[in-house]
């Protein structure tokens, strides 16, 4: 307000100085005209009496000077004329007579000077002109001739003349100014207004609020420098506020250091034992050497930081070729073999129990019973009586590798394993037994089809504790025990009392090894032809999806996804090129090596249909791949597209947020996966809606840098604060408090 006031004194200021100037200076120029011409019209009437009669004054008579006087003043305009013979002696009509002694010096310079001259003067009042002419007398003396004219009309027509042009100029210069300011105040002022807002808004947070788009062109430059601005003290802000929360919360944040004290705490010196069927290290034959490789298992990802953190004993089948070849006497090998950290106790099973306790009822009984995938499990008794023996021998080893402890603590892992923990308490009633289940658990209907559901289930509550990466599985396994058993499920406290016996059943969302040590370390990024030009591919935009080649992992959606992101945005093609890993996994059973095939052929068919030079839309890497090799491909690619049908958790998803330490790309995310209740800054999709996948895709390639980096940011605090020591943790904390 006290701006527009000011702005309207100083313009109305304004106005009145630039009105005053003009008017002045055409009222200067009109008088100089109107002088100009009264002088030169006197002075050709001088003239023209002369040119008319030369002697006209030397015959005036004296008496009849008034009369020639008013027909001069009538003819010419004249006020009056005296003539002049010398000093004394000055003849003129009576109405200038009180003006010659205004002449007198003139008319002697006149004379002098043989010369007419002219000149303005005031008397009484009023302006007049005087035009002197000089005229010799026929017998030798000169006289002059003096003629007046009135020029008071100059000044009053001037005066008018100033009046009117000031008020036309400064009416015209108000209009002017008065239509500026509102152009001002509506057009330019609003629009400023508008970005003050935003700009307001961007400091205290709430950009989102307003639109900040104004309509003018040439306040474009100030909204991209403030847009500029606000991103970079967006990012900046984000970047401290994550700091100070991460700062706040690195006393709660866990890492292999505390987790060890932790548990020296918890065991008091007791052991600890996990049991999985897969191995952590298999030895392999490679020509006349032997390799270490680490399976394709989230299983082992999760399990061993926590074996590396606290020793500690790990039982496993041994499946490699060479791990015979490895072990001591007593079938044990340090592991990691580069730096060991702990004990890997190998378990050898026959061809037989290979065949019908891991293939048969593990991978084509409990495997798709439990993943609600659409493929239909099998129930063979020979592979329930080896899955039986199998449990029995494991339970075995345990008890043989505890024979001298009380209270072991004993950590079993996955599907693998039901009946362990009831064969191990049974022999052991005070060892602290888990087990973690790592795969989904489905409601009570599905389940039921099982012929050996209360044996597992009866099984499995053998344990204190039973673990699910969600409450939601959780859940659908007390309503199984509800439905099935003989028994009474607890809802309040989540557990189930059975025979005098209580199990807890609790969620524990699994993780990997991430802490504030690795928060800002990460792989540079590589161009994606830089990183795919060993396989002749070349590309601007990459996507990377891990995965063993299972049915559940919806590969076979995500391809159906990718060829119809491409129908749907051509501009990509030639562009975009999608990796996926994938390590081919049990591979002897039917609707595995299915699964391969239809891979193949879906990445054969999409390839085929968008040919283009040095490029393909799917490059499939079908092998077993490490770590480190996958590593550059998470730093480097756009986004990561994990598509599960159904997944316990999927920590390839965690490990790619984990590793962009740049806060930049974008995860997407199956709905289906245990991973979508943490990780919201996922792009979170039905895998089975390939429409809604494809358009994801597009989202995830031109989401801005902004919104990037506050999902990465919020995705990667979740996982370091629940890491895998967390979980670790909070597990063993679980089962150490269970009487
Ligand atoms: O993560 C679930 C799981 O079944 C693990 O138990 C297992 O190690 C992993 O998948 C891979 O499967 P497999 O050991 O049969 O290759």
Redesign the pocket.
């Given at each position: 307000m006290r701006f527009t006031i000011s702005f309207i004194f100083s313009i109305i200021f304004a106005v009145t100085l630039v009105a005053f100037g003009f008017a002045f200076y055409q009222s200067s120029t009109e008088k100089k005209q109107l002088n100009s011409e009264l002088e030169l019209r006197t002075r050709q009437v001088a003239k023209e009496i002369f040119h008319n009669d030369t002697l006209f004054f030397e015959k005036i008579d004296p008496n009849n000077i008034n009369h020639l006087a008013d027909s001069l003043n009538k003819q010419y305009n004249l006020l009056g004329f005296a003539i002049y013979y010398n000093y004394d002696s000055i003849l003129s009509n009576s109405s200038v007579r009180d003006l010659i002694n205004n002449s007198k010096v003139y008319i002697y310079q006149s004379i002098t000077a043989d010369t007419s001259l002219g000149n303005f003067f005031k008397a009484g009042g009023k302006k007049l002109y005087q035009h002197i002419r000089p005229t010799k007398r026929p017998y030798g003396s000169t006289k002059a001739v003096i003629f007046y004219s009135d020029a008071g009309y100059i000044d009053k027509l001037i005066d008018s003349i100033w009046f009117r042009n000031f008020i036309g100029w400064f009416v015209q210069a108000l209009l002017v100014s008065l239509v500026t300011l509102i152009l001002i105040r509506w057009g330019i002022f609003r629009q400023i207004n508008k970005i003050v807002a935003w700009a307001k808004a961007v400091r205290t947070g709430n950009s989102g609020l307003i639109k900040p788009q104004p309509h003018l062109d040439f306040l474009d430059p100030l909204h991209k420098e403030i847009e500029s601005i606000a991103s970079a003290m967006n990012e900046a802000k984000a970047s401290a506020e994550q700091e100070a929360r991460l700062r706040t919360s690195a006393e709660a944040i866990w890492t292999p250091e505390r987790l060890k004290v932790e548990m020296e705490n918890l065991l008091h010196g007791k052991k600890m034992i996990v049991v999985?069927?897969?191995e952590p290290y298999m030895h392999i034959h490679d020509g006349k050497d032997i390799r270490c490789i680490v399976?394709?298992?989230?299983?082992?990802t999760a399990m061993e930081p926590i074996l590396k953190a606290c020793s500690g004993l790990w039982i496993a089948s041994g499946t490699g070729d060479a791990d015979r070849e490895t072990v001591n006497k007593h079938d044990k090998v340090e592991v990691p073999p580069e730096d060991p950290k702990y004990t890997l106790r190998r378990l050898w099973l026959t061809k037989q129990e290979e065949n019908h306790f891991?293939y048969g009822f593990?991978?084509e009984g409990l495997?798709p019973l439990c993943h609600i995938a659409h493929t239909r499990p099998t129930f063979r008794n020979d592979d329930w009586l080896d899955y039986k023996k199998v449990n029995e021998d494991f339970a075995r080893a345990v008890l043989e590798e505890t024979k001298n402890e009380e209270q072991p603590f004993i950590l079993i892992?996955?599907?693998?394993f039901a009946l362990l923990p009831a064969l191990i308490k049974k022999e052991k009633p005070k060892a602290k037994v888990a087990i973690f289940w790592?795969?989904p658990w489905p409601n009570p209907e599905s389940f039921g089809i099982c012929p050996w559901q209360r044996e597992i289930l009866d099984g499995m509550l053998g344990a204190d504790l039973i673990g699910f990466h969600t409450q939601y599985h959780c859940n659908h396994f007390l309503e199984t025990v509800n439905n099935a058993l003989e028994s009474m499920v607890l809802w309040e406290n989540f557990s189930v009392k059975k025979g005098g016996r209580t199990t807890y059943v609790k969620p524990f969302p699994i993780s990997i090894a991430f802490t504030l040590k690795d928060y800002d370390i990460g792989l540079p990024k590589i161009k994606p032809s830089q990183l795919l030009s060993e396989y002749g591919v070349h590309a601007h935009f990459l996507g990377i999806g891990v995965d063993?080649i299972?049915y559940t992992k919806g590969i076979v959606e995500k391809f159906l996804a990718i060829e119809r992101f491409l129908e749907k945005n051509p501009s990509y093609i030639g562009k975009f090129t999608f990796v996926q890993v994938g390590a081919p996994?049990?591979t002897q059973l039917k609707s595995y090596s299915d699964t391969i095939s239809s891979v193949e052929n879906e990445t054969n068919r999409i390839n085929l249909r968008f040919k283009a030079k040095n490029w393909k839309a799917i490059l499939l890497l079908k092998r077993h791949h490490s770590h480190k090799e996958i590593a550059p491909y998470y730093s480097s690619a756009d986004f990561c597209m994990v598509t599960s049908l159904h997944d316990?958790?999927n920590l390839v998803a965690k490990e790619f947020v984990a590793s962009r330490s740049q806060n930049d790309g974008s995860l997407i995310l199956s709905r289906f996966a245990g991973a979508s209740q943490e990780l919201q800054g996922a792009i979170i999709v039905n895998p089975y809606d390939v429409e809604k996948t494809a358009d994801a895709i597009k989202t995830a390639l031109e989401m801005t840098k902004e919104e990037q980096n506050q999902r990465m940011m919020q995705m990667r605090l979740v996982i370091v604060r629940h890491n895998i020591y967390s979980w670790a943790a909070t597990l063993l904390r679980t089962m150490a408090t269970i009487n």
């Open positions: 999985s069927n897969r399976p394709a298992s989230g299983m082992i891991y593990s991978n495997w892992q996955d599907f693998h790592h795969i063993r299972d996994s049990r316990g958790m």
